[in-house]
Each structure stands twice: as C-alpha cells, then as structure tokens.
C-alpha cells in the first residue's frame, strides 16, 4: 500500500463492520468496546501509516494502534521475525528454561537504556511493567507509598489503578484500593512557575509522608491529553528523588522508542530514572513490555532459588523476543527519533495554523510525533474523530474530559499522507465545531 491515500468506497461503518459489532454485542463482555452506529469500524489488515478495513476502506492511521506501529503496520522485518520465530519455537519457559532470543532481546535493552547498569523483567503489557517497577520500589526502600500525578495513567490492573491520576478509572473500585497514594498536579506550562509550583509540592509530600518510597511520573501525560510539562520539570524531579532516597519511576510505554524525537524522552531533559517502563512500540505489534531497573535497584530482588516471586506464563516468550529485536532494528535503521525532530516544527505549524482559523481550538500542545488539540468540550472532539473516520482519518480522543484530539501518526507516514491527513483533520474538525 505504499504510497497510498485514503479510500471509502462504503458508509462508515460499512455493512461487514455492522455485522461484527453485532457479534461482538453478544459476545464480548459489556464495558470493553464502544459501538454506535457510526463507530467503530473492524480493521481487516495494515501497511505503513495505511490500514483497510473488513469492507475494503482505506485509513490513513494518526494514532499508529496507540502508538504501537511506530515503524509502520506490518513492518515486513518484524513479521518475518515473528513467523521464523513461531516456526521454530513459539513458546519457552521463560523463567525456568530459557530462551537464547530472550537473553539476546535483555542485553539490547542494557545497551538501549539511559538506566545505569541496567537489568530488566520481561512481560506482557505496560501495567506488568508498572507493577514490576512497584515491588521493586518497595523492596530496595523498605517502603510501600508511592506519588503519582493528577491525570496519570499507567493501566488498569489492581497495582496499577492504585496510582492512577484519572478518577473515572478508580472509582468503581476505590473501596479494594489501599490509598496509598499521594496525588500532586501535573504541572501545566501555560501557567507561570508550574514546575517550580509542583516540584514544591513534591518535596512537601516527601517530608509529610516518609513512607513514600517511590515517584511515578510519564514525563508527557498521553491518556490525558498530551500534557508535556515545562522544561526543567523532570530534572527537578530527578534532584528531588535523588535528595531524599525515593525511587524515580518513569513511564515510557507510550513515548519510548523514538516518537518524542529522542529514543526516549526522558533523554530530551539529560536524566536517568531508576526504573524506565517500556512497551508499545518496543515490539511493533506483538504483546511484549519490559521494566528495565539500574542494576542497584534491581539487585534489590534476591537471586530465584527455583521458585520466582515474581513472574508469568508468557515471561520473555521467544516471538515477543524476536518481534523486539527486529524491532528496535528498524527504529534505528529508519532513525526513528530523527524523523520526529525533523517532523516537529512542521506539525507545530500546521496544527497552530488550525488553531488560528477555528476559535473553538484552546491549545496545541506535543513534542515530536506525539500532539494534541485542545477544543472546547468533549463533545466537539467526539465529533471531529467520528467525522475524520468518516472520511478516511484515524484519530484518538483523549483528555480527562474527553477534549483533547491526539495525533500520533507513525514516523514512517508518508509526505502525501502525511500532507493528506492534516486536510481531513481540518474538514472534519471543521464539521464538528458547526455542528
């Protein structure tokens, strides 16, 4: 599909869509997937930035699958990875026998890492990695606290929701939930002194609660609208946990490996977490997330006498492995953070360019290949992402309200489709507002 633009030749969603959301409606539990009448529509295969849909639609995908597909969908090196791997061995015993990939797949991500002397625990997805990263904060401090963010999120599972910023996603469960953790705002940089604001904040909570053994931060809020905080805010948090013995964990599942414009964006502001959470893009497709601590704070776990504490069924399966490797072969062979420096200014402008010509449009905000659009209310971005379906664009909603438009193409997106989907974008936000 190279070089190819968006093609609706159906209404969207188009008959095949209808009769799987249908299905889906009697067979998957309630609360997973939204279908409407106008959403969503079932993705059938993917090349690039392009994905077809069940009815023969084109897409042009700004969301890259939740950042995942940042070298593209389909990324040829990573499928013929996964299947050479699947037809060898798809499947080890990750922590009792294991595999020569995985110990391949480890030593890559020592070398990758801004952690110092790195040693990671493979798994699944990112809310393993963050729960991972947890425990090992408690154990190498002896402390169980931890201080998270307004706004953050680093998934769903019980360990995860404990230091989850968005209540919605608590809330139903705040009664099973330990309340453990300390919530300080996100810092804004629309507003002057905000780093300086939160990390006081910060540091008063260190004082106030001394069995806060940890700091879990995403140095960009993604779920939350793409908040990026004012430089010098993550190097003051660093200071801040390196003052006073507290664990910094960072969570890099959506802006590591190279979206941001440096392989990892806590390398844009000069510092080292302790513990650096990654997945999404790690594999370009295959479930795999890894924690990946500084060699200190690790050791903190003492050595298997046969039965891990800590562990999975699927720990470092051999395709997950494999699908990395090739993976992160390909961000570097593309210079996958090059492309996002390069494409940064260009999307500021355009995106600016929207804001100026519709007075609905509160903010632009992002860095790289990883921005949002700030509209008024959660009901006009609902109908700019449901419009630019309609013509052929795939776009996230996100803010804690719902009025935040992401747009997070895949570094690979083509100059036609790149220039393509900036015009659906206007149209289709466009439509909304009159709406």
């Not at 664009?393 to 996100?398: A, C, E, F, M, P």
Request: hydrophobic share 45%; glycine share 10%; charged share 25%.
């Amino acid at each position: 599909m190279s070089g190819a633009l968006e093609s609706i030749v159906t209404a969207i969603p188009g008959p095949r869509s209808l009769e799987l959301a249908a299905t889906l409606s009697r067979s998957e539990a309630r609360g997973v997937t939204y279908l409407a009448d106008d959403y969503p529509v079932f993705w059938e295969s993917g090349s690039g930035a392009l994905v077809r849909d069940v009815d023969g639609n084109a897409y042009i995908d700004c969301t890259a699958a939740f950042g995942v597909a940042t070298t593209g969908h389909a990324n040829p090196a990573v499928v013929r990875a996964i299947a050479d791997q699947a037809a060898r061995l798809p499947h080890g015993m990750g922590d009792v026998h294991p595999t020569e990939v995985k110990a391949r797949l480890l030593a890559r991500l020592a070398a990758l890492a801004p952690v110092d002397d790195a040693k990671s625990f493979l798994c699944s997805s990112g809310a393993e990695s963050i729960e991972f990263a947890l425990k090992t904060a408690r154990l190498v401090t002896g402390e169980p606290n931890v201080l998270a963010f307004a706004g953050a999120y680093h998934g769903l599972s019980y360990g995860t929701l404990e230091v989850c910023g968005i209540p919605k996603f608590r809330k139903p469960w705040n009664d099973q939930l330990r309340a453990s953790t300390t919530f300080v705002r996100f810092p804004d940089p629309r507003e002057p002194k905000s780093a300086e604001l939160v990390l006081a904040a910060v540091r008063k909570a260190l004082r106030r609660d001394r069995r806060i053994g940890a700091v879990i931060a995403e140095p960009i809020q993604g779920r939350a609208g793409v908040i990026v905080p004012p430089d010098g805010f993550l190097r003051g948090l660093r200071d801040v946990c390196s003052e006073t013995d507290t664990v910094l964990v960072l969570d890099e599942i959506y802006t590591g490996f190279g979206r941001t414009g440096t392989m990892f964006a806590c390398e844009r502001d000069g510092i080292r977490p302790d513990v650096l959470c990654v997945g999404k893009a790690l594999s370009g497709g295959f479930p795999i997330s890894a924690a990946i601590a500084s060699g200190e704070i690790a050791d903190a776990w003492d050595p298997s006498d046969g039965e891990a504490l800590h562990t999975s069924t699927f720990l470092g399966n051999p395709m997950g492995c494999a699908a990395a490797l090739a993976n992160i072969g390909e961000i570097e062979r593309l210079d996958v953070p090059r492309i996002a420096r390069e494409r940064e200014p260009d999307i500021a402008e355009r995106l600016h360019a929207i804001e100026r010509r519709n007075p609905l449009v509160r903010d632009v905000r992002g860095r790289g290949m990883l921005w949002a659009l700030e509209v008024a209310d959660g009901a006009t971005a609902n109908r700019c992402v449901v419009g630019a379906l309609a013509r052929g664009l795939i776009l996230l909603q996100s803010g804690l309200r719902g009025e935040a438009i992401t747009f997070a193409p895949p570094p690979v997106i083509e100059d036609a489709q790149f220039d393509r989907a900036f015009e659906l974008f206007e149209s289709a936000l466009r439509d909304a507002v009159a709406a």
